[in-house]
């Protein structure tokens, strides 16, 4: 069973104490851009082989949305961290860097 | 004025641990900066008590405080005193961005009492219970079976429920199952 902290109360908390809540790091395009930028942030989402960030929310407990870094090949959890970012921590990436040397995901790496 | 009364109306039940529902209990939200000067202020003058750490329960003269969120206390006490609570935290944090709702008639409170209530509530939520985990002071927001509750420890050992008024029912009978005599598995 998948287990995360949450970053907000520190709890460690099983999968069903938590809601996926999809893809991390999405940039929204809403009303007046343009229609393949719309498309992209609706429907393309990432779905790879290896490390990938997460939304979750804590829907069970402080109810706080926080970001998950974890890999889905191994189901390794990489670290979690506070929703209010636009892309993840230096010592999460230094964390995946460590195990999986040459990763990247969307703009990352 | 209407005769309030709690969900179940003090429903108990006796098992290899006792459940009991605990009457009519003033409770409010806070929500707010809780590292704030105001938010301390407004906790001691309606309670006594100071604003507790992550995850943890203070209790002063007047009532005790729930830490729930990194932006949000609960705190708990006589339903009597709730009008005038509210009333004095809402004028003590006057000027902050701040809420405070008196949530009292929302909620149902369970008491969890005896040697093995640790097993009963175990059964329930996806917690550690372990003596050295979770403790008198202690709180925790879970799920009680299907339904968003949280728990705390209380001083003598007891531990106490709360859930949303409208799944009491649901909670006292999965309790009461979870209490059946027959069902002690001794694990803490």
Partial sequence: ?109 | MSEAVSALDGATFEGFAKVEETGLRGMITVRGDLASKEMSAAIKAATGAAVPAQRKVTSGDKGAVAWMSPDELLVVVDYASVNETVATMTDGLKGSHALVANVSDARAVFRVSGDSSRDVLAKLAPVDFARDAFGAGDIRRSRIAQVPAAVWGNEDGSFEVICFRSVAQYVFDVLKVSAQPGGDVGFH
């Fill in chain 1, 1 to 109: 069973m998948l287990t995360l902290q949450c970053p907000y109360c520190g709890v460690w908390a099983e999968e069903t104490e938590l809601h996926a809540e999809g893809e991390a790091h999405l940039k929204r395009f809403g009303p007046g851009s343009d229609d393949a930028d719309f498309e992209s942030y609706l429907f393309m989402r990432e779905n790879p082989k290896g490390v990938h960030f997460e939304r979750w929310r804590h829907s069970n407990g402080c109810g706080k949305f926080f970001h998950a870094a974890r890999c889905t090949m191994t189901l390794e959890v990489f670290g979690t961290y506070p929703a209010q970012t636009l892309e993840p921590p230096q010592d999460i990436k230094d964390k995946i860097s460590a195990k999986q040397p040459g990763w990247s995901w969307r703009d990352f790496s």
